[in-house]
């Protein structure tokens, strides 16, 4: 089944530095990976999805980039705020009818003022 | 709409009691998802649902551990009897479908066994 390794495991970062956080998968077949957000002591929310008929997606201070190829993903923070300390976690899974999106393991970001 | 709404928000019970958690979805959505969360072991997925009907429960701890979906406003995560390591916030999440569809969380569920 599919596997989704996720680094680093923390990270902490200068308040307006970049932050970058790496996924790798397993199942080739995976086409849809996005990304959660979870503030402390609050629900994870999706923050950007990317699918597998692109390379990058960006929103604002965030990008995700895809390598097919490499099997992996990553999130990128620009100019980061303190608002975006939180556990972040990179997920991915396939179009299927029975199939299930598997989470990476998350990277707790903390933010430096 | 309200969102996933998670009941109770807290539970505290004692060792070898039964513990009830309950999730309504949003309403269309058609997938339902049980997740538990520790410091220890992330965020795992316990169960899920397609259309009312369980498609995999291959992330269920042990036979303590159960889940139904009666109907698609509605679904129950049961525990019995509970143990301490047991301990953990539980998630319930909804999606427009099983995979490639946006999950929305609930507030969760913080359990704790003494």
């Known amino acids: 089944g599919e596997n989704v390794e996720q680094h680093p495991s923390t990270l902490s970062v200068q308040e307006g530095d970049s932050a970058v956080i790496k996924c790798t998968y397993s199942?080739?077949?995976?086409?849809?990976f996005p990304w959660y957000k979870q503030e402390l002591g609050k629900r994870p929310q999706l923050i950007i999805d990317?699918?597998?008929?692109?390379g990058e997606k960006k929103d604002q201070r965030i990008a995700v980039t895809l390598n097919k190829t490499a099997k992996h993903f990553s999130l990128h923070i620009t100019e980061t705020q303190p608002e975006d300390s939180a556990v972040y976690f990179c997920?991915?899974?396939?179009?299927?009818?029975?199939?299930?999106?598997?989470f990476g393991s998350g990277t707790r970001l903390s933010i430096r003022p | 709409d309200a969102g996933v709404i998670q009941s109770p928000r807290h539970e505290v019970t004692e060792m070898g009691q039964e513990v009830t958690l309950r999730c309504k979805p949003i309403s269309g959505h058609n997938s339902l998802f049980w997740y538990r969360q520790t410091m220890m072991r992330g965020l795992e997925l316990l169960i899920y649902f397609n259309n009312n009907v369980p498609i995999d429960d291959s992330g269920m701890p042990e036979d303590r551990f159960s889940a139904k979906m009666p109907n698609a406003s509605f679904s129950t995560l049961k525990i019995q009897p509970s143990e301490p390591r047991d301990s953990a916030v539980y998630f319930c999440?909804?999606?427009?479908?099983?995979?490639?569809?946006?999950?929305?969380f609930g507030p969760g569920t913080r359990l704790t066994v003494t």
């Open positions: 999440a909804s999606s427009l479908g099983l995979s490639i569809y946006e999950q929305y």
């Open positions: 997920a991915a899974s396939k179009d299927s009818s029975a199939s299930k999106i598997i």
């Open positions: 990317i699918r597998s008929n692109v």
């Open positions: 199942d080739s077949a995976s086409n849809y």
